[in-house]
Structure formats: C-alpha cells, structure tokens
C-alpha cells in the first residue's frame, strides 16, 4: 500500500513506463518550493517557483529519474548582512528501484509513484554556499560601530587603544610638564641631592 498521493507536488507518476525497461518519459513542469528548503543563510524561499526539466527513464532495477531544477535564492550575506537574491540551476539524478529491497539508503517507488521532493532537497542544499557573501571580497561591518564598510571605505574611528591602557593615556595626556618639574619651579631636586 502506498503512502504517497498522486496529486501531491514532486510525486510523479510513472505508471506509462514502469517495468518496461528501455521507454522514458520527459516531463517539463513547475512546482512551488516546500518549506525549509536551505541552509541558515540562504534558501529556497517557501512558495517560490521551482522549474523542473527530467526525463524518467525505465530500467531493469526502477526509473531512472536525470534532469536539472531551476531555484530562486534568497538570503543574507554573512558578513554584511546585506540581502542576497539569485537563481540557481541544480542537477538531479536519482534511481528509484521498485519495492522489495530492503536498503534503507535508496530511492524506493511506491506502487507506480515516486518521491521527488527529498533528492530536489538534498541536491539545493548541497549546492547552496554555507557562507554566501553578497561580493566575493565584501569587508564586511565595523567591529566598534556595524557600519557596512563597502559603503563607506575610508571609514575609521581614529587609533584604537586597549581598553586596559586607557587609564594609563589619561595620565599622560594630562601631564604637559617637562620632566624634573615645572617651568615656574625649575628643576626639583631629590632627596640624595645638596641645594
């Protein structure tokens, strides 16, 4: 009995060439993208336009199901957090072996019906970048203040200094003196020293 309903998106029926190795099919169709179909930077947004072109070809072990999905992408770039949008061109290739074999790791038919929706998942985002940058070379955001530093290149806060020192900074910013005294006192003497 199977568990897969002919009308859901990505399942395809192959009842016109199963277990008649040697036909094939060629479907052209296009699907709305499933949830969740990404990586944390960058996906498939929910509902957006998947273009499939697959040929569906009957073998002596099930359908061989070849072809390339089309994807819109959507994101963030990791370094600047400015948003990233783009298409994307994915090859599948997957065999669905008909029931009875036992291995947990292959694509099974059910009845005459068949899955696509798990290797279009795997294929994406296998394909995605787990570290999309908007530019190759983007500088990425300000550490002290997040401006993004592609928009304004010269950007600076003036020399940094360790939060440590700074104590240390003041004292010499507020000690003009020469040293060995003040000009009004002329030079101090220590305590080893004759006047």
């Known amino acids: 009995m199977t568990t897969l ?12 060439i199963a277990r008649r190795p040697g036909t094939q099919r060629e479907l052209t169709l296009s699907e709305k993208a499933p949830a969740r179909m990404g990586v944390d930077m960058l996906g498939v947004p929910e509902g957006s336009d998947i273009d499939l072109e697959l040929r569906l070809e009957s073998v002596m ?10 994807v819109h992408t959507s994101g963030e770039c990791v370094r600047c957090l400015r948003e990233i949008d783009g298409e994307m061109t994915v090859d599948l290739q997957e ?16 009845g005459d019906l068949l899955d696509l929706e798990p290797v279009l998942r795997d294929a994406v985002v296998l394909a995605l970048p787990h570290n999309p940058l908007c530019v ?12 993004r530093l592609a ?21 010499i910013e507020g000690n003009d003196r020469p040293a060995g005294g003040s000009e009004a006192t002329g030079p101090v003497s220590g305590p080893d020293e004759e006047k």
């Open 5 to 16: 309903d002919s009308r859901a998106p990505f399942v395809l029926d192959t009842h016109e």
């Open 61 to 70: 072990e099930g359908i061989l199901v070849t072809g390339t999905a089309s």
């Open 95 to 110: 065999l669905y072996v008909y029931e009875g074999d036992e291995d947990d790791d292959i694509s099974r038919l059910e």
């Open 136 to 147: 190759p070379d983007c500088p990425g955001l300000c550490p002290e203040c997040g401006v």
């Open 151 to 171: 928009d304004d290149p010269e950007h600076t806060h003036g020399e940094a200094v360790d939060p440590r020192w700074s104590a240390l900074s003041q004292l």
